[in-house]
C-alpha cells in the first residue's frame, strides 16, 4: 500500500522557515509530478509547488522566490524549503504523488506562521 508520510511542520515566526518532507513508501519513481498543496480554514486546498521526475518545478504565485521544492529519489523523499513565510501562509499542508491511474495524499502537516 503506498503511503505518502509529512513532517517538518510547526509554529514559526513571520520571517522564518521551515522544511517539510514527505517521505514515499516504495519508489518515488512512480510519481510524477509530485507536490505540496495546502488548505487554510474555510478555504478550497490550492497548489502550493510541484515538481516533475526531471526536476522542473512549479510554483504558485503567492509563493514564487520564497519557496523552492525538491526531490531525493534515493531517500524517496520530496521536500518543500519554506522562507520569510507569512501569516497567509498558515494552513495544513500535504504530500501529493500523481500515479498513472490516481492521485496520492499525505495525511497533512500543521504550518502556522505567527505575526
Known amino acids: 500500500q503506498v503511503q505518502l508520510v509529512e513532517s517538518g511542520g510547526g509554529l514559526v515566526q513571520a520571517g522564518g522557515s521551515l522544511r517539510l518532507s514527505c517521505a514515499v513508501s516504495?519508489?518515488?519513481?512512480?510519481?510524477?509530478?509530485m507536490g505540496w498543496y495546502r488548505q487554510a480554514p474555510g478555504k478550497q486546498r490550492e497548489m502550493v509547488a510541484t515538481?516533475?521526475?526531471?526536476?522542473?518545478?512549479n510554483y504558485a504565485s503567492s509563493v514564487q522566490g520564497r519557496f523552492t521544492i525538491s526531490r531525493d529519489s534515493a531517500k524517496n523523499t520530496v521536500y518543500l524549503q519554506m522562507n520569510r513565510l507569512k501569516p497567509e501562509d498558515t494552513a495544513v499542508y500535504y504530500c501529493?504523488?500523481?500515479?498513472?491511474?490516481?492521485?496520492?495524499w499525505g495525511q497533512g502537516t500543521q504550518v502556522t506562521v505567527s505575526s
Open positions: 516504495g519508489s518515488i519513481g512512480r510519481f510524477n509530478p
Open positions: 515538481i516533475t521526475s526531471r526536476g522542473a518545478g
Open positions: 501529493n504523488g500523481r500515479g498513472a491511474w490516481s492521485d496520492y
